[in-house]
């Protein structure tokens, strides 16, 4: 007999199909980060006419979307909370792979769901790629920009001057050093 998978298992094609969904009836979002989107894409990707074209042809497939008015339904709802419940299990699992204290964990968690809903419509489904790397990347990057604004991690690093003058020496012995 199959073992039944535990409480905060996340079914990746399950989680895909919810996010595509999701992506399709959203009445919130109403595409006006495109012009953002293409523009920064367009900077940095100077020279790389491929990844471009490949990045254009996914906006203007948005924006064809976006055309199409949206209305809050019951089936919206259900999908939102669906992905909700995904999300709050995403992030429970990724917030512990930081080593962040305990009294963070609901200001951190906070960040990554914000970030989640707000970057899970940029999702291009066409090209086949995994939406779990795609949302535990999007969670992995709001927990280290709030750590970097909050002076306590380790992708923060001090200038050597000042780890010189704060850092005693190797093993406590300044001959080390």
Same mark, same amino acid.
């Given at each position: 007999?199959?073992?039944?998978?535990?409480?905060?298992?996340?079914?990746?094609?399950?989680?895909?199909?919810?996010?595509?969904?999701?992506?399709?009836?959203?009445?919130?979002?109403?595409? &006006? $980060?495109? %012009?953002?989107?293409? !523009?920064? =894409?367009?900077?940095?990707? /100077?020279?790389?006419?491929?990844? *471009?074209?490949?990045?254009?042809?996914?906006?203007?497939?948005?924006?064809?979307?976006?055309?199409?008015?949206?209305?809050?339904?019951? &089936? $919206?709802? %259900?999908?939102?909370? !669906?992905? =909700?419940?995904?999300?709050? /299990?995403?992030?429970?699992?990724? *917030?512990?792979?930081?080593?962040?204290?305990?009294?963070?964990?609901?200001?951190?968690?906070?960040?990554?769901?914000?970030?989640?809903?707000?970057?899970?419509?940029?999702?291009?489904?066409?090209?086949?790629?995994?939406?779990?790397?795609?949302?535990?990347? *999007?969670?992995?990057?709001?927990?280290?920009?709030?750590?970097?604004?909050?002076?306590?991690?380790?992708?923060?690093?001090?200038?050597?001057?000042?780890?010189?003058?704060?850092?005693?020496?190797?093993?406590?012995?300044?001959?080390?050093?």
């Amino acid at each position: 007999m199959p073992k039944a998978p535990p409480d905060n298992f996340i079914d990746k094609e399950e989680f895909r199909k919810t996010i595509i969904k999701y992506n399709e009836l959203n009445p919130k979002d109403d595409g &006006e $980060w495109l %012009e953002r989107y293409e !523009k920064t =894409v367009r900077t940095r990707a /100077k020279g790389d006419e491929g990844k *471009i074209a490949k990045i254009l042809e996914f906006i203007n497939r948005k924006k064809k979307h976006y055309a199409k008015k949206r209305e809050y339904t019951k &089936e $919206w709802f %259900e999908v939102e909370n !669906k992905l =909700v419940g995904m999300f709050d /299990k995403l992030v429970r699992k990724r *917030i512990p792979c930081f080593k962040i204290p305990f009294e963070d964990f609901d200001d951190i968690y906070s960040e990554c769901m914000y970030a989640l809903l707000k970057y899970i419509n940029r999702y291009d489904e066409t090209q086949n790629t995994s939406a779990f790397a795609y949302a535990t990347t *999007i969670c992995s990057n709001a927990i280290k920009l709030w750590l970097e604004e909050n002076a306590q991690s380790m992708f923060c690093r001090l200038p050597m001057d000042v780890l010189d003058r704060e850092v005693e020496g190797f093993m406590g012995h300044s001959e080390y050093y």
